[in-house]
C-alpha cells in the first residue's frame, strides 16, 4: 500500500479515536439547584487512559510512514536526475547494451511555442500521462512533485477526468491573451458568479455661472448598469494515442498552442464581429457592428467619396485616418491603438508609410514596430479582409477598447478526456471549456463620439 494511503487511515484512525476521548471528558455544568457533576470512575479512567496510549501509538505510527513517505520521495529524485536505462543497439551481430542517462525533465523534439520553460511543460504533460492515461509512475510522480489532480470522475474512462494541471490552464490564459486582441485590450475583471452587474458612470455635476443672489442650478452624478453574463466556450478534439506515447513535453506544447488559438479565434470573433446570432456568438454583438446600427453616428468615419476599398486608386488615404483620429476624445487617446486586419494594414497603413513622399516609414509611423500616426497597431483577423467590394464596410476601429468593452471571467479553462470514444482508432478525445462574458458598452452616441471610432468606407 502507498505511504499516503497508509497515512490517510492512520489519520482517520485517530480522529476516531480523540472523538471517543472528547465523548468521555465531555461533562455539562449542573444547572442551578441541582446536584454537583460526579468523578469519573476507575474503570471510565482506565478506558480513557487505554485511548490515549492507542493514540500515542497512531502518532508515532503516522510520524514513521511520513518519514517513510519523505525518504522515498528524496531518494526517487536523486535516481530520476541520473538513472542509468537499457538501450540495445541495432546493426549489430550480438546485442549489445548501452548505458544512457535519463534526466527527471527530458529535453523537447523542437522548439516550445506555448510554454516557458521544458520544466512546465514536462509537468503538464506527467499529469495527462498519468491521470489522463493511467501511468502509475506519471501519477506517483505528480504526486511526488505537487502537480494538482482535478480528475473529476475518479480516473481514466469514458465519464471524463479534468486533464488541466495549474501549468497547463496558466499557459492557456496566457496565450489566449497573446492570439487574441480582443481579451488582451478589452477591459478585464473576474466574475464571482454567472451574472455580474458593474456601475457605469453616465454623467457627471456641471459648474455654472451664478448670478448675484441667485442659486445654481443642481446637478447630479448619474449611473448606469453593465451586465455580464458568462457564457460556455468549447473545443473538442481528438488526439492520436501515439503522440501521447512520443513525448509529454510537445503533446502539452501542442495542446496548450490548439485550445488557445480556437479559443482567441471565437472571442475576437465575437468581440470585434459578433452578429447577436446565439448559435455562432452567443447573442454578442460585435464593436465593428453595434457601432454602425445608427445609434452611434458621431463615433463613425465616413472615408472621403470614392474611398471604398483599402488600397489602389479608390483606397484609402491619409486623410481618412487623420480624419479618425481627430474624431476620438482627449480622454481615450492615452490607451489609443488601431484595430485592423492583416491585409488592410498591409494595403492601406503600409502603403501610406512606404509611399509618404520619399520620407522614410518612422516619419509617418511616429515609432519602431506596429505603429501609425503615432498609436500601437494591433491586428486582428475578424476585421474586413477582404481588398473589393467593402463598401459600407468597417475598415478599421481606433480607440481605447478598456473604456469600449468589457471581458468577463468566471472559469478559466478546463480539459476533459475520454479514452474509449474512438478507441478504435487508437485516439483520445479531449474536451476544452471555458466560461467569460463579452459586452461592448460604450460606443458613444449620435452626439458625442465614445472611447471607440470607426473608419468606414465610402458607399
Not at 258 to 273: H, K, L, M, R
Request: with cysteine; charged share 25%.
Amino acid at each position: 500500500m502507498e505511504q499516503v494511503s497508509q497515512i490517510k487511515l492512520l489519520l482517520d484512525e485517530l480522529a476516531a479515536v480523540v472523538a471517543e476521548m472528547e465523548a468521555m471528558t465531555e461533562v455539562e455544568a449542573p444547572a442551578e439547584g441541582d446536584a454537583p457533576a460526579e468523578a469519573m470512575g476507575e474503570e471510565e479512567e482506565s478506558s480513557l487512559r487505554s485511548l490515549a496510549d492507542r493514540a500515542d501509538r497512531l502518532k508515532e505510527r503516522i510520524a514513521f510512514h511520513e518519514r517513510v513517505a519523505a525518504k522515498e520521495v528524496e531518494m526517487r529524485a536523486i535516481l530520476e536526475r541520473g538513472a542509468a536505462a537499457a538501450r540495445v543497439k541495432a546493426n549489430t551481430e550480438e546485442s549489445t547494451v548501452e548505458k544512457r542517462t535519463v534526466f527527471a525533465v527530458p529535453k523537447s523534439h523542437g522548439p516550445l511555442r506555448a510554454f516557458r520553460s521544458s520544466e512546465s511543460a514536462y509537468r503538464a504533460g506527467m499529469h495527462v500521462k498519468g491521470y489522463t492515461f493511467g501511468d502509475a509512475e506519471a501519477r506517483r510522480w505528480c504526486q511526488d512533485h505537487n502537480v494538482e489532480s482535478r480528475a473529476q470522475a475518479g480516473g481514466i474512462n469514458a465519464l471524463g477526468g479534468v486533464l488541466t494541471s495549474d501549468e497547463m490552464s496558466t499557459e492557456i490564459i496566457r496565450l489566449v491573451e497573446e492570439f487574441g486582441a480582443f481579451p488582451a485590450n478589452a477591459r478585464r475583471v473576474n466574475m464571482a458568479s454567472d451574472t455580474m452587474l458593474m456601475a457605469r458612470r453616465k454623467g457627471g455635476l456641471s459648474a455654472r455661472a451664478i448670478g448675484e443672489n441667485s442659486a445654481p442650478t443642481s446637478s447630479d452624478v448619474t449611473f448606469d448598469n453593465i451586465q455580464l453574463v458568462a457564457k460556455l466556450w468549447g473545443i473538442d478534439n481528438r488526439v492520436p494515442n501515439s503522440l501521447l506515447e512520443d513525448s509529454v513535453i510537445d503533446l502539452a506544447d501542442a495542446m496548450a498552442v490548439e485550445s488557445a488559438q480556437a479559443f482567441a479565434e471565437a472571442i475576437d470573433n465575437a468581440g470585434f464581429i459578433g452578429t447577436g446570432a446565439n448559435d455562432s456568438y452567443h447573442g454578442i454583438v460585435g464593436a465593428a457592428v453595434a457601432i454602425i446600427d445608427g445609434t452611434h453616428t458621431k463615433s463613425v468615419v465616413g472615408a472621403d467619396t470614392g474611398n471604398t476599398i483599402f488600397g489602389g486608386a479608390t483606397g484609402l488615404d491619409l486623410s481618412d485616418f487623420t480624419n479618425t483620429v481627430a474624431r476620438l476624445p482627449l480622454y481615450a487617446r492615452r490607451q489609443a491603438k488601431w484595430y485592423i486586419s492583416p491585409a488592410g494594414y498591409g494595403s492601406s497603413m503600409l502603403r501610406l508609410m512606404m509611399a509618404s513622399n520619399g520620407n522614410n516609414v518612422a516619419d509617418v509611423a511616429g515609432g519602431a514596430g506596429l505603429q501609425f500616426l503615432g498609436f500601437p497597431v494591433v491586428l486582428t483577423h475578424p476585421l474586413e479582409s477582404d481588398l473589393t467590394g467593402t463598401n459600407s464596410e468597417v475598415a478599421c476601429l481606433f480607440g481605447d477598447l478598456a473604456q469600449a468593452a468589457t471581458f468577463g471571467e468566471r472559469r478559466a479553462v478546463s480539459i476533459r478526456t475520454s479514452t474509449e470514444r474512438f478507441i478504435e482508432l487508437d485516439q483520445t478525445l479531449t474536451f476544452a471549456t471555458t466560461r467569460n462574458a463579452i459586452v461592448v458598452h460604450d460606443l458613444g452616441d449620435n452626439v458625442k463620439a465614445g472611447p471607440l471610432v470607426a473608419l468606414r468606407f465610402a458607399s
